[in-house]
């Protein structure tokens, strides 16, 4: 099992960025693919996720209207277009897989082992 996530950079303030995860190694249909991020001196932040099986998107409050979460499910690859990035963007992005969208949505807090997959981040430096 592999969650790869690419895309991380740095950008201006009101720049764009969008993350890649690849997924490989187990039936990616099956699964929720979500994104959390983790800035430094701060608590982890889920940002999004997908239902790959019907293509349902969730988001944070904080984030809707400029993050947007898509998939490519004949390529496994889950794709988050991050817009009008903000400095308080800046962070570690994780991509993460899971049969439960409960660890995604309910607020709760899930340790990266509950998850079926915790992938290696990708750094998002928003600064000028």
């Known amino acids: 099992v592999q969650l790869q996530a690419s895309g991380g950079g740095l950008v201006q303030p009101g720049g764009s960025l969008r993350l890649s995860c690849a997924a490989s190694?187990?039936?990616?249909?099956?699964?929720?693919i979500g994104w959390f991020r983790q800035a430094p001196g701060k608590e982890r932040e889920w940002v999004s996720c997908?239902?790959?099986?019907?293509?349902?998107?969730y988001y944070a409050d904080s984030l809707k209207g400029r993050f947007t979460i898509s998939s490519d499910n004949a390529r496994n690859i889950v794709y988050l277009q991050m817009n009008s990035l903000k400095p308080e963007d800046t962070a570690v992005y994780y991509c993460?897989?899971?049969?439960?969208?409960?660890?995604?949505?309910?607020?709760?807090?899930?340790?990266?082992?509950?998850?079926?997959?915790w992938g290696q981040g990708t750094k998002v430096t928003v600064s000028s």
């Open positions: 997908i239902s790959t099986s019907d293509g349902t998107t």
């Open positions: 993460t897989s899971d049969r439960s969208l409960r660890k995604y949505i309910s607020g709760t807090y899930y340790f990266p082992n509950e998850f079926h997959y």
């Open positions: 190694g187990f039936t990616f249909d099956d699964y929720n």
